[in-house]
């Protein structure tokens, strides 16, 4: 999971000291928002891993309030036909999901909440 996280930090573009002006409380997810919708997608899938060739990113949403406020949330189709859900902290920390694993529980990848 370290990994990962440092992973998708580098891929973004923050150190140590990087700063995205505010708006959601999430840099991570304003970085992103900032690209291109390719860059997006090449980005997210390199943090993916899996051999996930990026194709299109799609932004979900990031949680206004309570525990899990800063969330923000992305989904990603890979060139292959896989796509994956990925969280993203305010710290950058991610956690990636396959999208199959969330629409067997009822959720789904690609759409606004």
């Known amino acids: 999971m370290r990994g990962v996280v440092l992973l998708f930090m580098t891929l973004v573009g923050f150190g140590g000291g990087a ?3 505010a708006g959601s ?10 690209l291109s919708p390719a860059e997006q997608a090449k980005t997210l899938a390199k943090g993916v891993g899996h051999g996930c060739v990026g194709v ?3 932004p979900m949403g990031v949680t206004p309030t ?7 949330y992305w989904s990603v189709r890979c060139k292959d036909g896989r796509s994956f859900a990925i969280q993203i902290a305010p710290d ?16 789904e990848c690609f759409k606004k909440f």
């Open 19 to 21: 700063a995205v002006a």
């Open 25 to 34: 409380g999430n840099p991570t997810h304003d970085h992103l928002l900032l």
């Open 56 to 58: 299109a990113a799609f």
């Open 66 to 72: 309570g525990k899990a406020k800063g969330l923000a």
């Open 92 to 107: 950058a920390e991610a956690v990636v999901v396959d999208c199959r694993v969330l629409q067997a529980n009822g959720k």
